[in-house]
Antibody, heavy 120, light 110 residues
C-alpha cells in the first residue's frame, strides 16, 4: 500500500532554514508528482508547490518563490522540501502528498505531517 | 484570502442534508476538475470527491459532488455525528500554475 512517511518535528529560530523529508513506498516513486501543502495552526490548507520526481522539475507557488526548494532522491524514493529565511508565520504542519486534483484519478495520499515551529 | 471561496461554517442535524459551496473563476473551477477533502482534527486531509463528482472507493455514497460553471458544491446526506469536520475544495489554477484551496468550511452536527 502507498505510504508517505515524513521526518519528525522541528524547532527553528527566525532566519534559519528547515528541510523536511518524505519517504515514499508502495508505488513507483517517479510516476506521480509530489506536492507540498502546509497548514498553519487553526488555518486552512496552503499549496506550496510540487516536484516531478522523474525529471526533478518544479512548480512553486508565487508566495514561496525564492524561499522554497523541492528536491528528490530517486535512489531512496524520498522527496525533500527546504524552506529558508523562516519567520514566525511559517509555523505550520507541512504535508507531502500525492493529490488527485490534477490527475483524473483517485490517487491521493498524504504523509502524516511534520510540525515546524519557528520561535526565538 | 483564498482563491476559492467557501462559507466558513455550516450546520445540520442528524439525518439532514447539507451542502457546501465553493466559488472560483474560469482559470480554476471553470476549466479544471474539483476535489473535496474532509479533515478531522489532528489528521491529514482525506479525499472525498475527485474529478468534481466521483467518489474514491470506501467513501460512502452519502457524499456527492457537482460542478457548474465556476462553482462547485459538496452535498452530504443522512448527516451523522462523525461527519463533523473541516471540508476543503481544491482545483488546479491555470493562471497561477498551481493548486488552489478553498478556505475551508467547518461542519457542525447539532
Amino acid at each position: 500500500q502507498v505510504q508517505l512517511v515524513q521526518s519528525g518535528a522541528e524547532v527553528k529560530k527566525p532566519g534559519a532554514s528547515v528541510k523536511v523529508s518524505c519517504k515514499a513506498s508502495g508505488y513507483t516513486f517517479t510516476v506521480y508528482y509530489m506536492h507540498w501543502v502546509r497548514q498553519a495552526p487553526g488555518q486552512g490548507l496552503e499549496w506550496m508547490g510540487r516536484i516531478n520526481p522523474n525529471s526533478g522539475g518544479t512548480n512553486y507557488a508565487q508566495k514561496f518563490q525564492g524561499r522554497v526548494t523541492m528536491t528528490r532522491d530517486t535512489s531512496i524514493s524520498t522527496a525533500y522540501m527546504e524552506l529558508s529565511s523562516l519567520r514566525s508565520d511559517d509555523t505550520a504542519v507541512y504535508y507531502c502528498a500525492l493529490v488527485a486534483v490534477v490527475a483524473a484519478n483517485e490517487v491521493d495520499y498524504w504523509g502524516q505531517g511534520t510540525l515546524v515551529t519557528v520561535s526565538s | 484570502q483564498s482563491v476559492l471561496t467557501q462559507p466558513p461554517s455550516v450546520s445540520g442535524t442528524p439525518g439532514q442534508r447539507v451542502t457546501i459551496s465553493c466559488s472560483g473563476s474560469n482559470s480554476n473551477i471553470g476549466s479544471n476538475y474539483v476535489c473535496w477533502y474532509q479533515q478531522l482534527p489532528g489528521t491529514a486531509p482525506k479525499l472525498l470527491i475527485y474529478t468534481s463528482n466521483k467518489r474514491p472507493s470506501g467513501v460512502p455514497d452519502r457524499f456527492s459532488g457537482s460542478k457548474s460553471g465556476t462553482s462547485a458544491s459538496l452535498a452530504i446526506s443522512g448527516l451523522r455525528s462523525e461527519d463533523e469536520a473541516d471540508y476543503y475544495c481544491a482545483a488546479w489554477d491555470d493562471s497561477l500554475s498551481g493548486v488552489v484551496f478553498g478556505g475551508g468550511t467547518k461542519l457542525t452536527v447539532l
